[in-house]
């Protein structure tokens, strides 16, 4: 692949696009952004699948990018692609996954409550209760407990497991294991959930705002705002909903 490619080179391959429709164009664009594909699809490779077969997956996402992508709305390539090649990733072992097949609807928050106990054990120091993780994520103390159960059909790979192949003499996955990198998480979805939440009403824009940039607690929200809490929580619980679905159908779209 070429390497001396500039940005302008690319957006004028996307002009040429847009007036030839050229699958050769199409191809080109597709082999000057592999190198993305194979950067975001390495952050994907300790979750027991190929490498080879996560680029694949993370091609189709850069192709439906490709074919979406509007020169007019001022926004680079790269920034562009990230959140749609990553969404496809994500969709991949979300489907497949799971060694048994679970509504979709608690898959995801069965992965979402992964990440707020993990928040809420590391702010109490201790083991959330069942109504603290309801009332965290905003759902019924039922769809919690189903959604735990749920999470134990999950398909995942031992940390104790070699990184490499058997022929090599590797560490284990655990002791290869980094941070995630917050902010390329954040960048990942700006570009989709920014025109989402422009579509919110001024008062649910707020609220999103102080609890996930502000990390206020939905108490101190219902204070700040001049609501109730349970308000705060079905307005959290009906704005989620509404950026997921979204998202969703950005990526099917």
């Known amino acids: ?36 594909v194979e950067y975001l699809a390495k952050r994907f490779k300790d979750r027991g699948e190929p490498l080879d077969d996560l680029v694949q997956v993370g091609s189709v996402g850069l192709l439906k990018a490709i074919d979406r992508f509007d020169l007019d709305r001022g926004v680079e390539f790269s920034t562009y692609a990230t959140p749609t090649i990553v969404g496809e990733l994500k969709r991949y072992f979300r489907d497949k996954g799971w060694a ?24 109490l120091g201790r083991s959330p209760t069942v109504p603290e993780i309801a009332n965290q994520v905003g759902v019924s103390e039922e769809e919690v407990l189903e959604a735990l159960e749920s999470g134990q059909a999950y398909s995942t790979t031992s940390l104790d497991a070699p990184a490499g192949n058997d022929e090599e003499e590797t560490p284990q996955r655990l002791e290869r294991m980094g941070e995630n990198d917050v902010a390329l998480d954040n960048l990942e979805y700006f570009a989709s959930l920014a ?17 996930f940039f502000r990390g206020m607690t939905q108490s101190k929200i219902a204070d700040h705002v001049g609501i109730s809490q349970m308000h705060v929580s079905r307005l959290l619980t009906r704005i989620l909903e509404f950026l997921r679905e979204g998202m969703d159908e950005e990526g099917s779209a």
């Open 1 to 36: 692949m070429n390497t001396q490619y500039t940005r302008q080179d690319t957006k004028m391959l996307f002009a040429q696009l847009r007036e030839t429709e050229d699958p050769e164009i199409r191809e080109q664009l597709a082999r000057l952004h592999l190198p993305l």
């Open 195 to 211: 025109p989402l939440i422009e579509e919110l009403p001024e008062r649910e824009r707020e609220i999103l705002y102080l609890r």
């Open 100 to 123: 048994v097949r679970v509504p979709r609807r608690l898959q995801e928050l069965s992965l979402r409550l992964n990440k707020v106990v993990a928040q809420l054990t590391q702010e």
